[in-house]
């Protein structure tokens, strides 16, 4: 399998198929590649461990409770608390997490 770099001036490949046949080639000097299998490669990413945005479960032990109706649930007591995430002339975004549940509902108001 053929580099991505030119071995000539080591700038990065491309793939052009300006005579019906496809190769790689340098933007900048005449090094051409023809390719005659399928050329595949493959790399697989970690996913990064991701924060809780809202503070975890030391945020909730000092929220307030309300009487709210879940829509999943519908059990209808939830703790909440208020967040400016957006421009200080928007209205605060709420946020609500059920009672008997541990799923967490935005709420724009």
């Known amino acids: 399998m053929a580099t991505l770099f030119c071995p000539s001036c080591s700038n990065l490949l ?6 019906g046949f496809n190769k790689w080639t340098c933007n900048t000097c005449p090094y051409e590649f023809p390719i ?3 050329m595949t490669s493959r790399t697989r990413l970690e996913r990064k461990q991701v924060d809780d945005v ?5 945020m909730w032990k000092h929220a307030d409770s309300t009487a709210v109706t879940c829509e999943k649930c519908e059990h209808g007591r939830a703790y909440f608390y208020q967040l400016q995430i957006r421009s200080a002339d928007e209205p605060m975004t709420t ?3 059920y009672v008997l549940s541990s799923h967490v509902n935005r709420v724009c108001l």
């Open 54 to 58: 809202l503070g975890g479960e030391e």
């Open 95 to 97: 946020f609500y997490r």
């Open 14 to 19: 491309v793939i052009s198929s300006e005579t």
């Open 36 to 38: 005659t299998k399928q």
